[in-house]
């Protein structure tokens, strides 16, 4: 039995070209990062978690919230797969399950999402408060979805489908499945972070660069399956 399935709904996907340096202390023994044409992205992930059943079960109040990532790409012996840095979402219970079993990185904050539709174009925005001060991160996309093209950069962001995480005995793998996802085109988008509260004053120069891409994608059902640990 899978661990979780749920639906990822409406991920708006926010990418930064970065150093490798500043990745460095974050990757876990026996991944490696990986590339795009050359290029080293950091994402910040905004999307909707739906119908959630952990362990076949739903559990009261955790079946529908949001979640904001921070997350960059790594590989092992040939999957592709994510490293959360920070995880932000509504419930406790949910930070201390995430936290306790899969050793990853979250956090509870409020938060909450706006989806709209109008006229000929779509509005997605979330946003998490932190010291008094809410965040968020909106766009405005064209209403009919796209299909996603091979070797492109939307592709290398949204198809990676395993998770890894530092643990005390190695590092934790899990696999997520899910079918490839359809994306609706960006046509604007307002960014209004405080990083340095956020995530830490390590990726406080994002306040200030510009991001390489932003994604809106459909999402799909998914489901996490259990962990393992490498110890190599």
Known sequence: MSF??????????INYEVNTEVLKEYIPKGTELDFYENKCYISVVGFMFLN???????IPFHVN????????????????????????????????????????????LPIKHSWLEKDDKFKMSYQWKINRNWNSISVESLPKLVA????????????????????????????VKHPTWGYYP???????????????EHFSFLQSQKPSSIFLLEGSEISVENKTVESS
């Open 52 to 58: 959630t059943k952990l362990l076949g079960v739903k």
């Open 4 to 13: 979780l399935k749920a639906e990822w709904r409406k991920l708006v996907m």
């Open 186 to 200: 960006v046509t604007d988008y307002i960014i209004d972070v405080d990083f340095s509260a956020t995530y830490g």
């Open 148 to 175: 996603i093209e091979p070797n492109t950069e939307i592709e290398f962001i949204a198809e990676h489908y395993w998770g890894y995480a530092k643990d005390k005995n190695g590092t934790t793998e899990y696999e």
């Open 65 to 108: 919230f949001e979640e904001v990532n921070l997350r960059f790409y790594v590989k092992r012996e040939g999957k592709r797969g994510v490293v959360f840095i920070k995880e932000i979402v509504p419930k406790p219970a949910i930070t201390f399950v995430a936290n306790t079993i899969y050793k990853e990185n979250y956090q509870t």
